[in-house]
């Protein structure tokens, strides 16, 4: 072993720039470019251990990465529903899977993976290379049909309108067959029957409304056993939660737990999301290089209007939602207390 360092597996975000493509918008069927903050999360995601070990007759998957599985927390509108469909794309067809590290000369070929698009991506000596998972599995999981619909209408375009279509041949309205026999399909609380398959991926989506109550959080321990099992992983996608509701996201942010890893970007705590100017620097923080001025899809003024819309009848929605902020409840700016205080006396008056 030269190296224990963990390194990325750097073919997987280069095969999702070259395959698949912009779902909807303007720009509909052009590559999809990966944003920064979503290079540094599938970085991370595909961060594999420096002492991984290649055999390929019993090949390591899950614990061949640094993480068991990623939490990426961020605000509405930054592109969750497009970046989760990339990765479902990726660990449906594409390099998702530690294939032992490159020597000279190395390759990853689509020619050898059933696509004909003649792609070839050529490995630095020493870098970990990746190949498919032979049978993906693949349950895109939110609490409700129209969370899951989010994700699935972005895939449905990124897989029809460009080169996917090749490797993909048909869509369907419920569920995709894969090559080898595999699939993607969508699951809620609802489909608590189908939820004990064997899978080998779990985007689990807006995990801030994952509670005991809706009895998401017995969900996501299912995908979590049902994961290990297979050696696959999750990835985590939420706005920030209600810290009153001990959602699944707030579990996983605040466990010691050193294999989950969690990227939330936030604006300093002394910014005032009240106040306009300060509301306008936390949204240049929390919405990165998605800002138009920056190259990306989302136009400041736009935010700011529907911010100071919620704002006037859900403060803490607005700020959790719009400044990637962790507020309590509805009334953010009131003292915890003072606020079930104020709340009973409202209940008391309707
Ligand atoms: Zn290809």
Redesign the pocket.
């Known amino acids: 072993m030269e190296t224990t360092e963990p390194q990325p597996l750097t073919v997987a975000p280069a095969w999702i720039e070259?395959?698949c493509v912009v779902p909807d918008g303007f720009r509909k069927g052009d590559p999809f470019r990966l944003y920064g903050y979503q290079l540094r999360y599938l970085g991370a995601f595909y961060s594999v251990r420096g002492d991984a070990r290649w055999d390929p007759d019993d090949p390591v998957l899950a614990p061949a990465f640094v993480y068991r599985r990623g939490l990426l927390v961020g605000p509405q509108k930054l592109g969750k529903g497009p970046h989760t469909a990339a990765h479902i794309c990726l660990e449906g067809v594409g390099p998702a899977l530690f294939a032992g590290w490159a020597g000279k000369d190395d390759g990853y070929a689509?020619a050898d993976h059933g696509?004909p698009?003649?792609?070839e991506f050529g490995y630095e000596p020493g870098e970990p290379m990746g190949m498919l998972w032979p049978t993906p599995l693949i349950q895109i999981t939110a609490v409700s049909e129209e969370q899951t619909d989010n994700i699935y209408d972005a895939l449905r375009p990124m897989i029809e309108e460009g080169?996917l279509s090749d490797l993909i041949r048909r869509t369907g309205e419920d569920f995709i067959r894969l090559p080898g026999g595999g699939r993607i399909d969508t699951v809620t609380s609802s489909a608590q029957s189908r939820l004990g398959q064997r899978i080998t991926f779990a985007p689990q989506d807006e995990l801030g409304l994952w509670t005991p109550t809706n009895k998401m959080t017995k969900v996501a321990d299912i995908q979590y056993r049902g994961l290990a099992g297979m050696g696959g992983r999750a990835s985590l996608t939420t706005n920030p939660w209600d810290p009153a509701e001990n959602s699944v996201a707030q579990q996983q942010y605040e466990s010691s737990a050193t294999d989950v890893y969690r990227q939330f970007t936030q604006a300093p705590r002394h910014l005032s999301y009240r106040n306009k100017q300060e509301r306008r620097k936390i949204h240049r923080v929390v919405y990165e290089d998605a800002l138009r001025d920056r190259g990306g899809h989302i136009d400041l003024d736009g935010i700011e209007a529907e911010a100071a819309d919620l704002l006037e009848r859900d403060p803490g929605q607005a700020e959790r939602f719009f400044g990637n902020r962790i507020v309590r409840g509805i009334g953010a700016w009131l003292p915890d207390g003072l606020w079930d205080a104020a709340e009973a006396a409202v209940e008391g008056v309707a």
Do not use: L
């Open positions: 070259r395959h689509c696509c698009c003649g792609w080169r």
